[in-house]
């Protein structure tokens, strides 16, 4: 199979063996150990598998990779060993067993679809992404080295301005709403699991954690099941009432919020869909379309498989042909309906040896590209904008998730749709450079910086660079392209090629990070003659099409298996889809209210 060679079976199965050694351990552990020590830093600490669920947070699987990191995180445990009645040997056993555990969490759910790994180094990261690094002091006389850039300019990443491109600031939401539906599973990743349909081994007598996560566009952010936040054997709690979607009304207005606990907490499928107001209105559109549906068709899973089709069309022909190639998204989009064995992304075994459709890492962190698009400030109705996070305010002069939504905020659909994303390239608003922490709901919120977060999780999952992915689409799509690009073409400046060629680990040679690689072949295809220069370029396209694309054809519910439901034309009309999907949100029928006597609690 791609990606998985003899040694990674063998990883593979040994880290299967390790999970089940891991999951017996930490289920004859206390369900929490209480510190009595006398140093009393001691405080109830969660059980193993919730740390774990804790590191998984906004693709934090990434930082699993990390053995030290993790190990090091694990190490705070010791403080706890007297109370737990553990010796320090069991105690390291268990982190071992957590290690173990955590590279097999890595592996499960991803793959590398290109097994070259490529080691960044701080020098080039510094020269990336870092404000103000590498340029010239305007100082007289200057204090930086004579090799330093020029000051003409904030950084090479970096950007204080918004660009006008020709793709719809709505589908930098969608995107990212996209991301959250492939990109988290449900499952409690530390005990026993079975796939919905499958029988569980007779020998598994604990509770089974019914897996309906997968990596297919079938709006399970918005329908679950999600594994609740602090409780792996927990779902999270979504408010419905006869098959429909709860909402709160806004007041002063005719539009709907989510259900919120007594802490405003969103009752969703994803948390992550609360990170800001946009992503937001985006989850409640497709609860409102389901309920539309739900009325339509008499009942919930008739309603619900309607939504689900619905939505794959506008994705498949409103979303892919805005941001990709539309000549690579047709030539991906035939293949599927006649050939699926000659795309690059295959199904790939699991854990157990089964062949299933999985995410690649390298759609994981090139999937960001949409980060490039992200403007400072959005007008989101003709009345009000807002800055889109403003990490000093208490969310009350921004778009931050987090709270309720009031009128001012109302996304309104038809006026937001003329409303332009920034270019694909490598000038990133210096937004995405300083995010507030509740627009990072892991465990690193220090760490607010998305060009770097992007660039640290390549290294924990030992990436392939750019031009190794390129490479390997030029021997299946030769009519796109036929190598990557040269390093001239990447690095204008030939005195910092030479950050580039750090990883002599590795063959040495200038390699490129997947992720600014994808942005710069943008920014290259749109300086061309390419009839349509404003969406990713030929590898990126590629990446984003065959994996969305198999996505939805991988999915149970799916438009490739509905007769009429997967013409070999796009529409003509841009967004007409998503139009149409805001008409009948906002004629469906007025949605149930939440009931909070109905949240159950915390524990």
Same mark, same amino acid.
């Given at each position: 199979?791609?990606?998985?060679?003899?040694?990674?079976?063998?990883?593979?199965?040994?880290?299967?063996?390790?999970?089940?050694?891991?999951?017996?351990?930490?289920?004859?552990?206390?369900?929490?150990?209480?510190?009595?020590?006398?140093?009393?830093?001691?405080?109830?600490?969660?059980?193993?598998? +919730?740390?774990?669920?804790?590191?998984? &947070?906004?693709?934090?699987?990434?930082?699993?990779?990390?053995?030290?990191?993790?190990?090091?995180?694990?190490?705070?445990?010791?403080?706890? =060993?007297?109370?737990?009645?553990?010796?320090?040997?069991?105690?390291?056993?268990?982190?071992?067993?957590? =290690?173990?555990?955590?590279?097999?969490?890595?592996?499960?759910?991803?793959?590398?679809?290109?097994?070259?790994?490529?080691?960044?180094?701080?020098?080039?990261?510094?020269?990336?992404?870092?404000?103000?690094?590498?340029?010239?002091?305007?100082?007289?006389?200057?204090?930086?080295?004579?090799?330093?850039?020029?000051?003409?300019?904030?950084?090479?990443?970096?950007?204080?301005?918004?660009?006008?491109?020709?793709?719809?600031?709505?589908?930098?939401?969608?995107?990212?709403? +996209? *991301?959250?539906?492939?990109?988290?599973?449900?499952?409690?990743?530390?005990?026993?699991?079975?796939? !919905?349909?499958?029988?569980?081994?007779?020998?598994?007598?604990?509770?089974?954690?019914?897996?309906?996560?997968?990596?297919?566009?079938?709006?399970?952010?918005?329908?679950?099941?999600?594994?609740?936040?602090?409780?792996?054997?927990?779902?999270?709690?979504?408010?419905?009432?006869?098959?429909?979607?709860?909402?709160?009304?806004?007041?002063?207005?005719?539009?709907?919020?989510?259900?919120?606990?007594?802490?405003?907490?969103?009752? +969703?499928?994803?948390?992550?869909?609360?990170?800001?107001?946009?992503?937001?209105?985006?989850?409640?559109?497709?609860?409102?379309?389901?309920?539309?549906?739900?009325?339509?068709?008499?009942?919930?899973?008739?309603? &619900?498989?309607?939504?689900?089709? &619905?939505?794959?069309?506008?994705?498949?022909? *409103?979303?892919?042909?805005?941001? $990709?190639?539309?000549?690579?998204?047709?030539?991906?989009?035939?293949?599927?309906?006649?050939?699926?064995?000659?795309?690059?992304?295959?199904?790939?075994?699991?854990?157990?040896?089964?062949?299933?459709?999985?995410?690649?890492?390298?759609?994981?962190?090139?999937?960001?590209?949409?980060?490039?698009?992200?403007?400072?400030?959005?007008?989101?109705?003709?009345?009000?904008?807002?800055?889109?996070?403003?990490?000093?305010?208490?969310?009350?002069?921004?778009?931050?998730?987090? !709270?309720?939504?009031?009128?001012?905020?109302?996304?309104?659909?038809?006026?937001?749709?003329?409303?332009?994303?920034?270019? +694909?390239?490598?000038?990133?608003?210096?937004?995405?450079?300083?995010?507030?922490?509740?627009?990072?709901?892991?465990?690193?919120?220090? =760490?607010?910086?998305?060009?770097?977060?992007?660039? /640290?999780?390549?290294?924990?999952?030992? %990436? $392939?660079?750019?031009?190794?992915?390129?490479?390997?689409?030029?021997?299946?799509?030769?009519?796109?392209?036929?190598?990557?690009?040269?390093? *001239?073409?990447?690095?204008?400046?030939?005195?910092?090629?030479?950050?580039?060629?750090?990883?002599?680990?590795?063959?040495?040679?200038?390699?490129?990070?997947?992720?600014?690689?994808?942005?710069?072949?943008?920014?290259?295809?749109?300086?061309?003659?390419?009839?349509?220069?404003?969406?990713?370029?030929?590898?990126?396209?590629?990446?984003?099409?065959?994996?969305?694309?198999?996505?939805?054809?991988?999915?149970?519910?799916?438009?490739? !298996?509905?007769?009429?439901?997967?013409?070999? =034309?796009?529409?003509?009309?841009?967004? /007409?889809?998503?139009?149409? %999907?805001?008409?009948?949100? /906002?004629?469906?029928?007025?949605?149930?209210?939440?009931?909070?006597?109905?949240?159950?609690?915390?524990?």
């Amino acid at each position: 199979m791609p990606g998985l060679t003899q040694h990674d079976a063998d990883v593979n199965r040994a880290h299967t063996r390790a999970m089940e050694a891991f999951a017996r351990m930490t289920r004859k552990m206390p369900a929490t150990l209480e510190g009595t020590a006398e140093n009393a830093r001691a405080a109830p600490v969660p059980p193993i598998g +919730i740390i774990i669920l804790e590191l998984m &947070k906004h693709g934090g699987v990434y930082s699993l990779g990390d053995a030290d990191m993790m190990r090091g995180r694990m190490m705070a445990m010791i403080q706890y =060993v007297d109370a737990a009645g553990m010796s320090e040997e069991q105690c390291h056993s268990i982190i071992d067993h957590c =290690v173990a555990a955590a590279q097999q969490v890595k592996t499960r759910f991803f793959y590398n679809l290109v097994p070259q790994p490529y080691r960044l180094h701080s020098p080039l990261v510094s020269y990336l992404i870092y404000p103000n690094r590498h340029l010239r002091s305007p100082i007289n006389p200057p204090l930086s080295a004579e090799s330093a850039k020029p000051y003409d300019g904030p950084g090479l990443m970096y950007s204080h301005v918004n660009t006008v491109s020709a793709v719809p600031a709505v589908f930098t939401f969608l995107g990212q709403f +996209i *991301d959250h539906d492939l990109t988290a599973n449900a499952a409690n990743l530390l005990g026993p699991q079975v796939v !919905k349909g499958e029988t569980p081994p007779d020998n598994l007598q604990d509770v089974i954690v019914i897996n309906d996560a997968s990596p297919s566009i079938d709006l399970d952010s918005v329908y679950g099941p999600r594994v609740d936040d602090t409780n792996p054997e927990k779902i999270r709690f979504i408010p419905m009432k006869d098959g429909y979607f709860c909402l709160d009304p806004v007041p002063d207005s005719s539009g709907f919020d989510v259900c919120r606990d007594a802490d405003n907490k969103a009752l +969703i499928g994803d948390k992550r869909n609360d990170e800001n107001q946009i992503i937001l209105q985006i989850h409640i559109l497709a609860k409102r379309l389901h309920n539309h549906f739900r009325h339509e068709a008499g009942d919930f899973a008739a309603g &619900k498989k309607k939504t689900i089709l &619905k939505w794959q069309q506008m994705v498949a022909t *409103d979303y892919l042909p805005a941001v $990709c190639r539309r000549d690579v998204v047709a030539e991906v989009w035939h293949r599927l309906k006649t050939d699926p064995g000659t795309l690059l992304i295959q199904k790939v075994p699991d854990a157990a040896g089964t062949l299933r459709f999985q995410m690649s890492h390298e759609f994981g962190i090139g999937f960001r590209f949409g980060h490039a698009q992200l403007r400072s400030e959005y007008q989101v109705n003709p009345a009000h904008g807002f800055r889109l996070f403003d990490s000093l305010s208490d969310g009350s002069k921004d778009l931050q998730g987090g !709270k309720h939504l009031d009128a001012t905020r109302l996304v309104d659909w038809p006026f937001f749709m003329a409303t332009p994303s920034n270019l +694909i390239g490598t000038q990133v608003n210096e937004v995405a450079f300083d995010l507030p922490e509740s627009a990072i709901p892991d465990d690193i919120n220090l =760490v607010n910086s998305l060009p770097r977060r992007n660039l /640290a999780r390549s290294n924990d999952v030992f %990436l $392939c660079a750019g031009e190794d992915l390129a490479r390997a689409y030029a021997t299946k799509y030769p009519q796109f392209l036929t190598g990557p690009r040269t390093p *001239d073409e990447i690095e204008p400046d030939p005195a910092y090629h030479r950050l580039f060629e750090l990883d002599t680990e590795h063959g040495g040679g200038f390699r490129t990070p997947l992720w600014y690689y994808l942005l710069r072949e943008a920014e290259l295809e749109r300086q061309g003659a390419y009839p349509a220069p404003q969406t990713l370029g030929a590898v990126g396209s590629l990446l984003v099409a065959e994996t969305i694309l198999s996505a939805i054809f991988h999915a149970d519910t799916s438009i490739f !298996k509905e007769a009429g439901l997967a013409p070999d =034309v796009f529409p003509d009309e841009p967004l /007409a889809t998503f139009l149409e %999907l805001a008409d009948l949100a /906002a004629n469906s029928p007025t949605p149930p209210t939440c009931d909070q006597a109905e949240v159950p609690p915390e524990t």
